[in-house]
């Protein structure tokens, strides 16, 4: 079964693109939010972040705390990376268990780090969303109000330009609203069913 990747920077409409996709019985391995369930939910990953970040990674009902790892880690490009060394093999390994489960013309794999970061999980292709800076960070100041400007800037500088991912690209779905989603979408699934 091929495993295709969709990455892009944040606000660019991975979760969107992939929403659509997935309404074409596409099975969608959403590795962002995965990583966060296992943060919670793995034991060893657990310990090894808070010996990482310290107990305040978790609060007092043992839930990870999202809004004080972020503060540690987006501004920390070392701190960040060692962070990533943790869950990302959790990750890559979650990741070929539930893919073994799928059964389906092919599989996505959304995540906002890709092949850049190592991704190990063999990607046959990857399909990078694009959308202009400005229009990026005009929807997650809708989307994520909880985030201050500076911490929106802050992910923004932590991830690769959008010149650097579209090396990365065997497909590209424009998001700029400037061009219709779903024909792109539906174009790009009659290709990887062929
Ligand atoms: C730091 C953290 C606690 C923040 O949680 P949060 O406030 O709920 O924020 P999100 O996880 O939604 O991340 C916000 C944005 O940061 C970016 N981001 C997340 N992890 C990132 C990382 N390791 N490096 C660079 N950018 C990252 C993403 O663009 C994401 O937005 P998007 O998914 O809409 O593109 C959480 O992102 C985390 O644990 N990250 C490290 C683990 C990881 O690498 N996750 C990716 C798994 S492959
Ligand atoms: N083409 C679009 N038109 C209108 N809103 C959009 C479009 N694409 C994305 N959005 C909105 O922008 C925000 C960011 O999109 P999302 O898919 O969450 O991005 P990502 O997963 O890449 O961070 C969401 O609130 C989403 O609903």
New binding site residues.
């Given amino acids: 079964m091929k495993k295709i990747g969709v990455t ?5 409409g ?2 969107v693109v992939c929403q659509l996709f997935k309404l074409l019985g596409i099975p969608v391995y959403e ?2 939010e ?3 369930w296992l ?1 919670q939910h793995d034991p060893i990953l657990k310990s090894a972040i808070i010996r990482l970040l310290g107990k305040d990674a978790y609060d007092v009902a043992g839930r ?1 705390n ?2 004080f ?2 503060s540690q ?2 501004n920390n490009p070392d701190r ?1 990376a060692a ?2 060394a943790l ?2 093999p959790r ?1 890559f390994a979650d990741t070929d268990r539930w893919v073994r489960q799928q059964s389906a013309p092919y599989v996505l794999k959304e ?3 890709m092949r850049a ?1 190592g991704d190990q999980n063999d990607l046959d292709a990857v399909i990078v969303v694009t959308a202009p800076l400005s229009l990026r960070v005009e929807r ?1 100041r809708e ?2 109000p909880q ?1 201050s400007e500076a911490e929106i800037r802050a ?1 923004i500088d ?2 690769i330009t959008d010149e650097a991912r579209l090396q990365l690209a065997d497909y590209v779905v424009d998001n700029g609203e400037t061009r219709l989603l779903i024909p792109q979408v539906l174009d790009l699934d009659r290709q990887l069913r062929s």
């Fill in positions: 892009g920077g944040i606000g660019a991975k979760s590795a962002d995965r990583a966060k943060t990870y999202r809004s790892v972020a880690v987006f960040l962070l990533n869950v990302h990750v995540a906002a780090l970061a997650i989307r994520d985030r992910i932590r991830q």
